[in-house]
């Protein structure tokens, strides 16, 4: 499986921006899916995570409201809406899928529960 993370860009602050994470390779459905963020000097952060098991999101406090995340089954993508765009969103964003069996809520925020990454796609959001 092959995730193709896609849409970033420069936006001032208050913009939006939908990022869009393409799978191929397998069966779209059947995997957990989240998207985290590294900005320089920083660690990979949790942004949001869906779980297939019962279809729920979980979202990093500082983007509730704001990020929407989404899937299409039919076109094997998840997408990222971010709206109300600040600078401190200004990051990397990663695509990410778990492909292993049940996961916890705890385990959906960790980057380490994650075994197939995008490429990571630059969001910039000027003040």
């Known amino acids: 499986v092959q995730l193709q993370a896609s849409g970033g860009g420069l936006v001032q602050a208050g913009g939006s921006l939908r990022l869009s994470c393409a799978a191929s390779g397998g069966t779209f459905s059947s995997f957990d899916m989240g998207w985290f963020r590294q900005a320089p000097g920083n660690e990979r952060e949790f942004v949001v995570g869906?779980?297939?098991?019962?279809?729920?999101?979980y979202y990093l406090e500082s983007v509730k409201g704001r990020f929407t995340i989404s899937r299409d089954n039919a076109k094997n993508t998840v997408y990222l809406q971010m709206n109300s765009l600040k600078p401190e969103d200004t990051a990397v964003y990663y695509c990410?899928?778990?492909?292993?069996?049940?996961?916890?809520?705890?385990?959906?925020?960790?980057?380490?529960?994650?075994?197939?990454w995008g490429q990571g796609t630059q969001v910039t959001v000027s003040s």
């Open positions: 869906f779980r297939r098991s019962d279809s729920r999101t």
């Open positions: 990410a899928a778990h492909t292993g069996g049940r996961i916890i809520t705890s385990s959906l925020r960790n980057p380490s529960a994650y075994n197939i």
